[in-house]
C-alpha cells in the first residue's frame, strides 16, 4: 500500500500543472464515476468472456486436420494463444478492481479512488507487456503510441477527481459520515 501512495504522489505531480476541468465538471465527474465505472466494468467482463471463447477457438484450430503447414500454423497458433491469455489476464485483473471499486466510489471513499488507480496502473503495464508480446517493431510502436495516448487521458480524469474521495473513516464513506454530521 505504501508503493501505492508513493506512486500515486508521484503521478500527481505529473498531472498537477495540466488545464483542469472547471470545478463543477470535476464535481459531476466525482458524483457519478461510480456508474460509469460499473458500465465499464462489464463492458470489460463481456469482452473478457468474448476473448476467452475466441482463443478456445484458436486452440481447436491447432488440434485441426486440415491445417496444411503443421509446423508454422502451431508455432504462430501457440504464440497467439500466449498472447491471447496475457491480455485476457490484464482483462480480467481491470475488470475485478473496477467492479470492486463501485461501491466505495458511491459512498466517495478513498479506497475506490486506490481501486480506480490500481486498475489503471494494471492498464499501463498490460500496455506495455502486450505491446512487446507483439514481436513486431511496427506493432509495438502503434501499442505503446495508442497506448500512452489511452493511459494519458484516463490518468487525467483519474487525476481531476483525485481531490473528491477523502479518507474519513476505513468503513464509512464521505456521504454517511455528512449525513450523521448534520
Request: proline share 2%.
Amino acid at each position: 500500500m505504501e508503493f501505492l501512495t508513493k506512486l500515486e504522489k508521484k503521478t500527481l505531480e505529473w498531472f498537477k500543472n495540466v488545464p483542469h476541468l472547471p470545478a463543477a465538471g470535476q464535481k459531476w465527474l466525482g458524483d457519478n464515476i461510480w456508474w460509469i465505472i460499473l458500465v465499464v466494468a462489464i463492458l470489460t467482463g463481456i469482452g473478457a468472456l468474448v476473448s476467452l471463447a475466441g482463443l478456445g477457438a484458436l486452440i481447436s484450430v491447432a488440434g485441426s486436420a486440415t491445417v496444411a503447414s503443421y509446423y508454422v500454423t502451431s508455432t504462430v497458433t501457440a504464440w497467439a494463444v500466449v498472447t491471447g491469455f496475457v491480455s485476457l489476464f490484464f482483462s480480467i485483473v481491470e475488470a475485478i478492481l473496477l467492479a470492486v471499486a463501485v461501491q466505495p466510489l458511491k459512498e466517495k471513499q478513498k479506497k475506490g479512488w486506490v481501486l480506480l488507480f490500481a486498475a489503471w496502473l494494471v492498464v499501463a503495464i498490460g500496455v506495455v507487456v502486450n505491446s512487446v508480446l507483439s514481436l513486431n517493431v511496427f506493432g509495438f510502436i502503434l501499442g505503446i503510441i495508442f497506448g500512452a495516448v489511452w493511459v494519458a487521458v484516463t490518468g487525467y480524469f483519474l487525476y481531476e477527481i483525485h481531490g473528491q474521495f477523502a479518507h474519513v473513516e476505513r468503513s464509512r464513506g464521505v456521504k454517511k459520515a455528512a449525513k450523521e454530521a448534520k
